[in-house]
């Protein structure tokens, strides 16, 4: 029989840091949506690597790049620089005396500083007094860019305001999975990804759509194609994706998510590259501008064995 195995001692060291204000933990996510508006934002946190001793994680949606970031004993937040062989400060939680940090890969050069004392916050996440408060300013645009964000110990972000040439855009927080703690699960569109074996040379995996919005979601498709998924290898290369083999009519269509869909598909054993390293697996409903991913989930996976 095959069994899909988890990384258990990376995961007790992520339970041990997750007092921070951003916790980070493989499959953890928060999903966010604007006030008066239909935009939505989500961010994730992917499989770990150990580096140099340091364990860092994979986090997509929280700036303009996808990044291995840690967090230090004070909860500040780092991304790993490959070209410098450096950890580069991403997020400061700490406040110092006014000082502004640098805050790369927002959307246009911005500094960031963090509040001297903890600020109240209230939204669909619920009521927190002692959160914390970032400022940031920019240089050079004047219409993009981060305002501010809120984030609350053990949580994580719970709003982001950000500038538009329209105004600020405030997006709150509806729906965050953080370790075993779901926070704020109504309202919220859910997305489920879990695998099981079918033989041995094929899992099958199952992605499950929720809304539990309580008004239908409208789901835009550039082509016939309604979801994907993809597997990456330890190395960070993408070893399978389960729409290369495939062709879709190149029709926009919409459909109405009133309550459920479920995809599942099959993914060959043989996928898997050598070794015993722990694997990504993300799937997606292709929806929403660009090239989609409005809604997705990741798992790490390990190589099958008998």
């Given at each position: 029989?095959?069994?899909?195995?988890?990384?258990?001692?990376?995961?007790?060291?992520a339970s041990a840091a997750s007092?921070?204000?951003?916790?980070?933990?493989?499959?953890?996510?928060?999903?966010?949506?604007?006030?008066?508006?239909?935009?939505?934002?989500?961010?994730?946190?992917?499989?770990?690597?150990?580096?140099?001793?340091?364990?860092?994680?994979?986090?997509?949606?929280?700036?303009?790049?996808?990044?291995?970031?840690?967090?230090?004993?004070?909860g500040n937040l780092y991304f790993?620089?490959?070209?410098?062989?450096?950890?580069?400060?991403?997020?400061?939680?700490?406040?110092?005396?006014?000082?502004?940090?640098?805050?790369?890969?927002?959307?246009?050069?911005?500094?960031?500083?963090?509040?001297?004392?903890?600020?109240?916050?209230?939204?669909?996440?619920?009521?927190?007094?002692?959160?914390?408060?970032?400022?940031?300013?920019?240089?050079?645009?004047?219409?993009?860019?981060?305002?501010?964000?809120?984030?609350?110990?053990r949580i994580g972000m719970v709003?982001?305001?950000?500038?538009?040439?329209?105004?600020?855009?405030?997006?709150?927080?509806?729906?965050?999975?953080?370790?075993?703690?779901?926070?704020?699960?109504?309202?919220?569109?859910?997305?489920?990804?879990?695998?099981?074996?079918?033989?041995?040379?094929?899992?099958?995996?199952?992605?499950?759509?929720?809304?539990?919005?309580?008004?239908?979601?409208?789901?835009?498709?550039?082509?016939?194609?309604?979801?994907?998924?993809?597997?990456?290898?330890?190395?960070?290369?993408?070893?399978?994706?389960?729409?290369?083999?495939?062709?879709?009519?190149?029709?926009?269509?919409?459909?109405?998510?009133?309550?459920?869909?479920?995809?599942?598909?099959?993914?060959?054993?043989?996928?898997?590259?050598?070794?015993?390293?722990?694997?990504?697996?993300?799937?997606?409903?292709?929806?929403?501008?660009?090239?989609?991913?409005?809604?997705?989930?990741?798992?790490?996976?390990?190589?099958?064995?008998?």
């Amino acid at each position: 029989m095959f069994a899909i195995r988890s990384f258990l001692p990376i995961f007790l060291i992520a339970s041990a840091a997750s007092a921070a204000e951003f916790p980070l933990e493989t499959g953890n996510q928060w999903h966010y949506r604007q006030q008066g508006g239909a935009a939505t934002r989500m961010i994730m946190v992917g499989l770990p690597y150990l580096i140099g001793g340091n364990v860092y994680y994979q986090l997509d949606g929280y700036v303009d790049a996808r990044l291995l970031v840690r967090t230090d004993d004070a909860g500040n937040l780092y991304f790993r620089d490959e070209e410098r062989d450096a950890d580069v400060l991403l997020t400061s939680f700490e406040a110092a005396g006014g000082g502004w940090f640098d805050a790369p890969y927002r959307p246009c050069e911005q500094q960031g500083q963090a509040g001297e004392k903890p600020v109240r916050y209230e939204g669909p996440a619920g009521r927190y007094s002692g959160a914390r408060e970032i400022r940031y300013r920019s240089f050079g645009c004047a219409d993009a860019g981060v305002e501010h964000e809120i984030y609350v110990s053990r949580i994580g972000m719970v709003r982001r305001v950000e500038t538009t040439i329209a105004g600020p855009a405030i997006f709150d927080l509806v729906y965050a999975r953080v370790g075993n703690l779901m926070v704020a699960p109504l309202p919220a569109v859910v997305t489920r990804l879990t695998v099981e074996p079918m033989d041995e040379t094929k899992l099958l995996a199952t992605l499950r759509l929720s809304n539990l919005m309580g008004h239908p979601v409208r789901l835009d498709f550039a082509t016939g194609q309604e979801f994907d998924a993809e597997l990456t290898g330890p190395d960070g290369r993408i070893l399978w994706r389960w729409s290369w083999d495939k062709a879709f009519h190149q029709a926009m269509w919409s459909r109405d998510l009133t309550s459920e869909l479920v995809y599942q598909f099959e993914m060959p054993v043989s996928a898997f590259g050598p070794g015993d390293g722990l694997h990504r697996l993300e799937a997606w409903i292709t929806s929403g501008p660009g090239s989609g991913r409005q809604f997705a989930a990741v798992m790490a996976v390990g190589p099958p064995q008998q």
